[in-house]
C-alpha cells in the first residue's frame, strides 16, 4: 500500500446498527484524523490521534469512538446509527515534522436509514 | 467563534487567471493550507503557508496576510482539469485544522 486506506468504500446501514468504519496508513504518521463531510458545510473533525495509545475528541464526537491500538490504525465506530449520522467520512494522518500537512484517505459514503 | 469564509462558487475560462480568497478568525494561528478536491473524492494537498506574502508552485500560487486574516490562491493558465472545489484551512491554537466550506471552481472552454 502506498497512503491510506478506508474500508468500506460505500456503507448503506439500517438505523440502530453498529458499525466501524476502517483506516489504515502505512506512512509511519503519528497523527490521524476522523472528520465528516456535509454538503454546504467544511470537514468537520471528529476525533483525532496525536500517537498511538491516545485519542482525543474533535468538534462533533458525539455518537463516535475510536481506538489507536498502533500506529498504522484508526478505526472509528458508530455504536448506534442515527439518519444525521449519513454522511462522507474520510481518515487523515499527518508526520509531526514541518508543517504537520495532512494527507487523506480515499474516504467511506455512508448512508443511514 | 472560528471563522473561516470563502466565495461559495466561482466561474472562470480555459486559458484565465482566477484568485479564490479566505478570510478567517480564529483562536490562534499556526498555518493556512489549501486543498483541492474533485467531486466524489478526497482532498488533495496544495500549499502552505506560516508567514506572510506569496508562495509559488508553478501555475498555483498562494498569498498569506496574517495581520489582515486574508489568504488567497491564485491559479494561472486555467486547465479543465482544475475544475473542483478548493478548501481553505487554518490551524488553531490547539494545532486543530478548521476548514472553510470550500470553493466550487467551474472552468468554461
Known amino acids: 500500500i502506498a497512503g491510506i486506506t478506508q474500508a468500506p468504500t460505500s456503507q448503506i446501514l439500517a438505523a440502530g446498527r453498529r458499525m466501524t468504519l476502517r483506516c489504515t496508513q502505512d506512512m509511519r504518521h503519528n497523527a490521524m484524523y476522523w472528520y465528516r463531510q456535509d454538503l454546504g458545510l467544511g470537514l468537520r473533525l471528529i476525533h483525532y490521534?496525536?500517537?498511538?495509545?491516545?485519542?482525543g475528541k474533535g468538534e462533533v464526537p458525539d455518537g463516535y469512538s475510536v481506538s489507536r491500538a498502533n500506529t498504522d490504525d484508526f478505526p472509528l465506530t458508530l455504536a448506534s446509527a442515527v439518519p444525521s449520522q449519513t454522511s462522507v467520512y474520510f481518515c487523515?494522518?499527518?508526520?509531526?515534522?514541518?508543517?504537520?500537512?495532512?494527507?487523506f484517505g480515499p474516504g467511506t459514503r455512508l448512508l443511514v436509514l | 467563534g472560528q471563522n473561516i469564509d470563502q466565495p461559495t462558487e466561482m466561474t472562470a475560462t480555459e486559458g484565465a487567471i482566477v484568485q479564490i480568497n479566505c478570510t478567517y478568525q480564529t483562536s490562534g494561528f499556526n498555518g493556512l493550507f489549501w486543498y483541492q478536491q474533485h467531486a466524489g473524492e478526497a482532498p488533495t494537498f496544495l500549499s502552505y503557508?506560516?508567514l506572510d506574502g506569496l508562495e509559488e508552485k508553478g501555475r498555483f500560487s498562494s498569498f498569506l496576510s496574517r495581520s489582515k486574516g486574508y489568504s488567497y490562491l491564485l491559479l494561472k493558465e486555467l486547465q479543465m482539469k482544475d475544475s473542483a472545489s478548493y478548501l481553505c484551512a487554518v490551524r488553531d491554537s490547539n494545532y486543530q485544522l478548521i476548514w472553510g466550506a470550500g470553493t466550487k471552481l467551474i472552468i468554461k472552454p
Open positions: 503557508n506560516v
Open positions: 487523515a494522518s499527518s508526520d509531526s515534522d514541518g508543517s504537520g500537512t495532512q494527507y
Open positions: 490521534s496525536n500517537t498511538a495509545g491516545t485519542t
